[in-house]
């Protein structure tokens, strides 16, 4: 009777090895059962060519601790795999074949090699086998022969990622093409049935699709488009991970994407005056008191944090300040009274500062201009104006022109005058001398004016704006009448009859004596009246005059031969 009996070789490892990295292989070792514990068996950083100082991150495991763990150790770091424990084979390892002897019709017998237990290929994917045949002499003889047997793979597993669910953060300024992760999937099966392509599962939305890019053989997602915090702010994909093999069954492994805010916007400044106005200007009247509300600014910035809070300020003049109103709105107010005719505008800056790293800032110029009120009366150059005129002017003839001006502006600004009402010297008005152009200021005569009636005459003038109500202020013009010579002089002494006077001399009257002294008034003035005395006709050998003092004296004695009467035309 022949016996047949399967022998037994070394026993193989197939491990499947795995790092952070997501790199991905299949390596073979082979132990011996019997050895000591801690006898390496091999070290898969080395034999991979994986230097972990490339990658902080990178570590090594069993795919299936819970079944070898207890008798392989494999150290983390750099995937050293060593015994753990002694290994008894026929207990690891019970035979998948058996010999079956059979008899056929002409009594002969033949052996069978029987498959008696499933086969694995991810587990072991061949077998050394060897078959011994003996006799039933004695002592018996046998024969032995070496089955090798290669385990044909089928696609009966799954690509299995490394995590059924990844979540990771992007900042929202990456660039087009940035690195967001790497998935892994590992399939044990063999050729094609463990080749993994990678791709999005249905039902991604059409943003998504937009923005994230998943490389069919890395797994490694990249950006198409750049994402936007302020739009949204994470990103839920389910990436599908199959292989190539026949009825393939993919997994998928969910990938959450949560965008990080950078400080990517500028604030932004809104304001609104509380007046109406044109584009970044505000009015407000000069009459306003202290702390008078001008304008409200209200900011806004649309990261998230600190990159979205928001600090303001105002810059341009001390008599404007912020006050705030609520939240993050403020109030720009006045801090004192303001004068239009000092500072009729003011040139702002607002300015909006975020607190990100670097911080984005904001300015916005801003013009606030102040209105008018008449709070100004026109004002004279001077108190006292002082002209002259030439008597016997001719009437409407021009004196002078006074001129009020207004700071203020429009109709508050816009100067009428009159001539107040006031009498002359003698009772009569002024009204009847001058006038005064109400437009110009410009002064007319009325009348020819005479010097010897009326020397000076003093007026008042107003000058008065439009504004409501209206304000004034006066000047006083002094007009001197200036002296013409239309008078002439007139003898006062002696009394002339019919311009003629007769006076009488004595005989014998020496030379030097004093007939006469003559006197004339002038009632012009000045050099207009003063006076000189000329004989004009008569003998000048008998009489000489002094022509200051209208002395007339004898110049020899006077005799009879001279005669009775004596002639002379004095001037």
């Avoid at 495991?61 to 770091?77: A, D, G, T, V, W």
């Avoid at 008042?460 to 409501?468: N, Y």
């Avoid at 013009?477 to 006076?503: E, G, H, K, M, W």
């Avoid at 014998?508 to 007939?515: E, H, K, M, V």
Wanted: proline residues 5%; aromatic residues 8%; hydrophobic residues 35%.
């Amino acid at each position: 009777m022949g016996i047949l009996k399967l022998l037994s070789a070394g026993m193989p490892l197939m491990l499947a090895v795995f790092s952070l990295t997501a790199h991905g292989t299949t390596t073979r070792y082979v132990t011996y059962e019997e050895d000591a514990a801690g006898t390496e068996i091999g070290n898969l950083s080395q034999d991979l060519k994986i230097d972990p100082a490339d990658d902080l991150d990178t570590s090594f495991r069993f795919m299936q601790e819970e079944s070898i763990s207890s008798l392989l150790h494999m150290r983390e770091n750099d995937g050293l795999l060593s015994v753990a424990e002694i290994i008894d084979r026929e207990q690891l390892c019970p035979s998948h074949f058996a010999v079956e002897v059979h008899e056929g019709e002409d009594g002969g017998k033949f052996a069978e090699l029987v498959l008696v237990k499933e086969l694995d290929r991810e587990v072991e994917d061949s077998y050394t086998i060897q078959v011994a045949a003996y006799d039933g002499g004695a002592p018996p003889k046998s024969g032995s022969m070496t089955v090798n047997i290669k385990v044909l793979d089928s696609n009966d597993n799954s690509p299995t990622f490394e995590h059924s669910s990844l979540k990771v953060e992007l900042e929202e300024d990456a660039p087009v093409g940035h690195k967001v992760l790497k998935v892994h999937a590992f399939d044990p099966d063999e050729g094609i049935n463990g080749e993994v392509t990678y791709a999005f599962a249905e039902g991604l939305s059409p943003e998504a699709a937009r923005i994230f890019h998943v490389d069919p053989n890395s797994g490694v997602l990249t950006l198409k488009a750049p994402v936007d915090f302020e739009k949204r702010s994470s990103y839920e994909l389910l990436v599908r991970a199959s292989d190539l093999g026949e009825n393939s069954v993919p997994s998928t492994c969910k990938v959450l994407v949560d965008v990080v805010d950078v400080n990517d916007n500028p604030p932004a400044i809104h304001i609104k005056p509380m007046t109406s106005s044109s584009d970044g200007v505000a009015f407000i009247t000069e009459a306003a008191a202290a702390e008078s509300f001008v304008a409200l600014i209200s900011t806004s910035d649309s990261d998230s944090g600190s990159n979205g809070y928001v600090r303001v300020s105002l810059l341009g003049h001390e008599h404007f300040s912020l006050q705030q109103a609520y939240g993050d709105t403020f109030m720009i107010i006045t801090t004192t009274t303001l004068d239009r005719e000092k500072i009729q505008e003011y040139n702002l800056t607002v300015v909006a500062e975020d607190l990100g790293t670097p911080p984005f800032k904001t300015l916005r110029q801003y013009t606030i201009s102040v209105t008018d009120e008449n709070d100004n009366p026109p004002l004279f150059s001077k108190s006292l104006y002082e002209v002259s005129v030439l008597e016997n002017n001719i009437p409407g003839s021009y004196v002078t022109t006074v001129v009020a001006r207004d700071p203020d502006v429009g109709k508050n600004a816009k100067v009428s005058y009159k001539l107040l009402d006031s009498e002359v010297p003698g009772g009569s008005p002024v009204s009847s001398y001058v006038s005064v152009d109400s437009i110009s200021g410009s002064l007319y005569t009325l009348r020819s004016f005479d010097y010897e009636t009326l020397k000076q005459i003093e007026l008042v003038i107003q000058a008065e704006d439009r504004g409501s109500p209206s304000l004034s202020s006066t000047s006083t013009i002094r007009i001197r009448v200036v002296d013409q010579n239309d008078n002439y002089p007139y003898f006062t002494f002696p009394v002339l009859l019919n311009n003629s006077a007769d006076i009488p001399l004595p005989y014998n009257a020496p030379s030097g004596y004093l007939a006469l002294q003559v006197s004339a008034e002038d009632v012009d003035e000045g050099v207009n009246g003063e006076l000189s005395y000329h004989i004009i006709q008569g003998d000048p050998k008998l009489f000489t005059m002094n022509k200051n003092t209208g002395e007339i004296a004898l110049k020899q004695w006077l005799t009879a031969e001279i005669g009775d009467v004596l002639e002379m035309k004095i001037a």
